[in-house]
């Protein structure tokens, strides 16, 4: 079965320093995986994914992604944050052979500091 | 192109009352997802439909059911419904193509009082 953990709940930086959301996934097959943005109130916007073609993998916004198969890792970065930044991130895998679905970690609020 | 609608945007039911929320998918998906995310938690998969039938489901009991239209349009009935049922429910479309991402509606905001 699959499934992701995102490490921290909550992440705060300064405004203007780097941002690193940590996500690890488990997968029986080769994964596709997305990072997601919420805002308040609001459906999730998609980030960025990697679907096999390149391990590191650029999205919108600045942000980009690194995808690690021998620590099973997707970790989200960014190198200077912005005010506009502060939402819930969440990461998500999907590839399961026994359906379609999108599984999704338990998220992680990220807060700027001005 | 609308992307993925729901509604409506917000409802407030009593206890044991039932309750349908409805999703269009963007044009050209044919795969509709639903997920309950309660606050400060991530989106928890209920189940997901394609060519009308129930696909995968969840960890969800019985009272969540749904439906899907020969126009890819989808409903989720919740019955019986209990104060732990109060949560955002998202709508996510997507095609069986697994390199794809799902796209999300804005979500309906239950509150069950």
């Known amino acids: 079965a699959q499934s992701v953990t995102q490490l921290g709940s909550h992440v705060s930086v300064s405004e203007g320093a780097l941002v690193l959301l940590r996500c690890n996934y488990s997968?029986?097959?080769?994964?596709?995986l997305f990072w997601y943005v919420q805002y308040p109130n609001q459906g999730l916007q998609l980030l960025l994914k990697?679907?096999?073609?390149?391990?590191l993998v650029k999205g919108i916004n600045g942000f980009e992604a690194e995808f690690k198969k021998s620590e099973t890792s997707f970790h989200l970065t960014k190198p200077s944050a912005h005010m506009s930044d502060a939402a819930e991130y969440f990461c998500?895998?999907?590839?399961?052979?026994?359906?379609?679905?999108?599984?999704f970690g338990a998220g992680t609020r990220l807060f700027v500091k001005a | 192109d609308a992307g993925v609608t729901q509604s409506p945007t917000h409802l407030i039911k009593t206890r044991g009352q039932q309750v349908t929320l409805r999703c269009s998918p963007k044009?050209?998906?044919?795969?509709v997802s639903w997920y309950q995310q309660a606050l400060g938690q991530g989106p928890q998969f209920i189940f997901q439909?394609?060519?009308?039938?129930?696909?995968q489901r969840g960890n969800f009991p019985d009272r969540f059911s749904g439906h899907q239209f020969p126009n890819y349009s989808s409903e989720l009935n919740v019955n019986a419904l209990l104060l732990g049922d109060s949560a955002l429910y998202l709508c996510?479309?997507?095609?069986?193509?697994?390199?794809?991402?799902?796209?999300f509606g804005q979500g309906t905001r239950l509150t069950v009082v």
């Open positions: 439909y394609y060519e009308e039938e129930e696909r």
């Open positions: 044009s050209g998906h044919d795969t």
């Open positions: 990697y679907t096999s073609a390149a391990t």
């Open positions: 997968s029986s097959v080769p994964p596709y």
């Open positions: 996510a479309s997507s095609t069986t193509v697994m390199n794809t991402e799902a796209f």
């Open positions: 998500a895998v999907r590839g399961d052979t026994g359906g379609f679905k999108t599984i």
